[in-house]
């Protein structure tokens, strides 16, 4: 199980492995909110244990005026939970809610909901609150407009046709087709954030957007 850091800030992101923690961190410099830290919790399987090691942390680093604080909640203000939603959007966000229950942290009703409590807690499923997905399948909206995606549409089209072919996340092999026409086509979906492969401003990443100024 992947540690938590030491405690930077008061607001804390709580992410799904390397490629979400190195687009979020992208995607927070763009945004220019350096007051939020970025943790990769690593899998799906993994946030219970991580959330609970994180509420019973004592680790504070470069925050002197806090030496004395016990709890948690008197340090840290602001938690934000981003989860794939994989096959099931709803069943994702019950699992995340789960874990933070059992971590005893606060517990949103709903995605993207803040909750009053302290630490306040929100939750961001991807690609959306009611679809199946993942991280790829947002990405993967932000080309769909342009003439390059009729092209992997055909590459796709044609390599379905092939024996033995069965694509099981074809949102992240179309994620990788798009990187691989870019100067660098071996970086990770992450990486090419940090490259400015993503655009930012595209309406597909309105809702992280959002997600992301309201922690």
Not at 36 to 44: E, K, P, R
Request: hydrophobic share 40%.
């Amino acid at each position: 199980m992947i540690e938590p850091q030491p405690i930077k800030s008061t607001t804390q992101l709580f992410v799904e492995g390397n490629d979400q923690r190195n687009f979020f961190e992208a995607f927070r410099d763009h945004l220019s909110l350096d007051h939020i830290q970025i943790q990769n919790f690593g899998g799906v399987g993994d946030l219970p244990g991580f959330l609970q090691a994180f509420v019973g942390t004592d680790q504070f680093e470069d925050m002197d005026e806090f030496e004395d604080v016990v709890e948690l909640k008197d340090i840290v203000e602001s938690i934000g939970i981003v989860r794939d939603a994989e096959e099931s959007a709803q069943s994702a966000f019950q699992s995340v809610q789960s874990s933070l229950r059992n971590a005893g942290l606060p517990v949103p009703s709903c995605p993207r909901e803040r909750t009053d409590d302290a630490p306040a807690v929100t939750v961001l499923i991807l690609p959306n609150d009611n679809s199946p997905g993942m991280l790829e399948t947002l990405l993967c909206q932000t080309f769909a407009a342009s003439p390059l995606n009729d092209c992997i549409d055909s590459y796709f089209e044609c390599v379905q046709t092939l024996p033995d072919i069965n694509m099981r996340r074809p949102h992240k092999a179309r994620a990788h087709a798009y990187i691989a026409t870019q100067p660098q086509p071996h970086l990770s979906v992450g990486v090419a954030a940090k490259n400015g492969y993503w655009n930012f401003n595209h309406s597909a990443f309105t809702a992280v957007r959002r997600f992301l100024e309201t922690l």
